[in-house]
């Protein structure tokens, strides 16, 4: 279930904070998060975010598009090995 239009999207106060710090200084290293939950907002177009996944922190930089998605949807959590890995090397054996 999505957050209520009322309350607005949420954004992590000290995130917001060291966007602000970087904008003043104009540098452009990543800045680290575990804020997985945090909407992008305008703001944070052109920054590159460091996103921790649960195992490690996954460079994600921000383009327009990206505006109104959370930052956990570019950092995946779960790694896809393919199906049938097993019967391959079984199959592969007996010819």
């Known amino acids: 279930m999505g957050r209520s239009v009322k309350k607005g999207p949420y954004v992590e106060a000290v995130l917001l904070k060291k966007i602000q710090k970087a904008k003043a200084t ?48 570019f950092a995946p959590t779960r790694i896809f090995k393919s199906h049938g890995a097993h019967t391959d090397r079984k199959s592969a054996a007996k010819t």
């Open 26 to 73: 104009g540098e452009k290293k990543a800045i680290m998060t575990w804020a997985r939950r945090t909407m992008i907002s305008p703001e944070f177009v052109g920054f590159t975010f460091a996103v921790h996944n649960g195992k490690k922190f996954i460079p994600v930089y921000v383009t327009e598009e990206m505006v109104g998605h959370k930052l956990g949807e």
